[in-house]
């Protein structure tokens, strides 16, 4: 029985959602039809024989009101059951009562206690002559009964042709049942279908491009399939844009990273002939390898930095940032000597929660990129207000053309080629603005120079 039990399971578990929708719907539409059917069977029987009492009881009056003095035996008139005058006899409370000629209807005990006024007139079902009747049996004056009886054939007929009807009927209505369930599960789930192929064809081609084709219409009459499918393609949207980062983010890492690689590879190439080069000579590749091994560490770290979409929750606390800004400034006058620094703390009771380490290496990222952009002596203006952190430089500023790029990783503009850096500092400073639920924007100053501004979101 378990076995059986596991064995429906795993079958009900492994039917297509399309089968079952279709099964459930059938089934729900042929229960309907089926009880319908059902119910309006017992209706129609209870109507047809309800109208022959009727016409028992009428007829039970009037033989009442003719024959009230009547001696018991049968009545006047043949007993045909065709219609009225109905076969009717009258019967005595006690049998040594009973006529000579015998009765044409049964005459039970249950009809002595009627005529008795010991029963409640009462309807029963007969056979005559091979035939179906229903007789009534109701109370006379002088202990006496009268027992009324027509034949019912007509109306078993006509039930058994009612019951024939809606036997037909019910089981158009199964088969229709099961179009409108296949119907149903075919036209429901044609979004799902689609969202199926969809996601199937992404996993076979590796194309987060491709895309679910929604039914025109305004956006309020969507319903819950087509808004799951609308859903889906947000969903793809966002897959394809994190593919195409990535897939960016590698090739350009590659192309940032074989520069420096193949100095690497020279310079440790000619430090393996160390004996054949001079002093000065050797001094020279192993700065060189030195400082070659710095800049791709720091590439390294930078990239691994840009890969965290957000700052660990343990890691949090509430930092203040005037004492952060002043200690990050003081470290970028030591790195940047010929660059002097203006400090302006306006609000230093501002806090943030988020990483001092992180927020630090933010303001320094800025701060570097403003020192070296700017010329030497310009002043590097570094604001803290209210709801804001501003670092201005007085250097050539941005390009119209470079502004939109400024913040995409490995962007370096024609003018900064020339000079260190990987072009992830910004890419890296705005990563971190965001996660600290700040906004980092840049503008060309006027006067001159660059403005960049973190606004922290209240």
Known sequence: MNARHRLGARWRRHRPLRTR????????????????????????????????????????????????????????????????????????????????????????????????????????????????????????????????????????????????????????????????????????????????ATAEHIAA??????RIELPPGPAYKEDEVTRLAASFN?????????????????????????????????????????????????????SALGRQIREVTVMVNDLIDLARDEEPAPLLEEVRLAPLVAHTVDTARAHWPATPFRLDLADASATLPGVPARLARLLSNLLDNAAKFSPPGAEVEVTLTGGALTVRDHGPGIAPEDLPYVFDRFYRADRARALPGSGLGLAMARQIARAHGADLSVRNAPGGGAEFQVTWRT
């Open 21 to 196: 929708l279709a099964l459930a719907a059938s089934a729900a539409v042929a229960l309907v039809a089926l009880g319908v059917c059902t119910a309006a069977f017992f209706v129609i029987r209870y109507e047809l024989f309800h109208q022959l009492d009727l016409n028992l009881t009428q007829s039970a009056t009037l033989a009442a009101q003719q024959n009230r003095g009547e001696a018991p035996g049968v009545l006047a008139g043949e007993c045909r059951f065709l219609a009225a005058p109905a076969c009717a006899q009258i019967v005595p409370r006690s049998p040594a009562d009973d006529p000579a000629r015998p009765y044409l209807l049964p005459v039970p005990p249950q009809a002595r206690e009627v005529a008795a006024g010991q029963r409640r007139p009462y309807f029963t079902n007969i056979t005559l002559a091979g035939h179906p009747a229903r007789m009534l049996t109701t109370t006379l004056p002088h202990g006496r009964a009268i027992q009324v009886a027509l034949r019912a054939d007509t109306v078993e007929q006509g039930v058994r042709q009612a019951a024939q009807w809606l036997i037909g009927v019910g089981a158009a209505g199964v088969l229709l049942a099961a179009g409108l369930g296949y119907w149903v599960s075919r036209t429901g789930l044609a979004p799902v279908a689609r969202l199926t």
């Open 234 to 286: 947000t969903m793809l949207g966002e897959l394809e844009q994190s593919v195409t980062a990535q897939r960016r983010l590698v090739a350009d890492a590659s192309h940032e990273l074989r520069t420096p690689l193949t100095a690497l590879r020279t310079n440790a190439e000619l430090l393996a002939r160390a004996d054949r080069l001079t002093e000065a000579q050797r001094s020279r590749a192993s």
């Open 205 to 210: 081609t590796r194309d987060p491009g491709h």
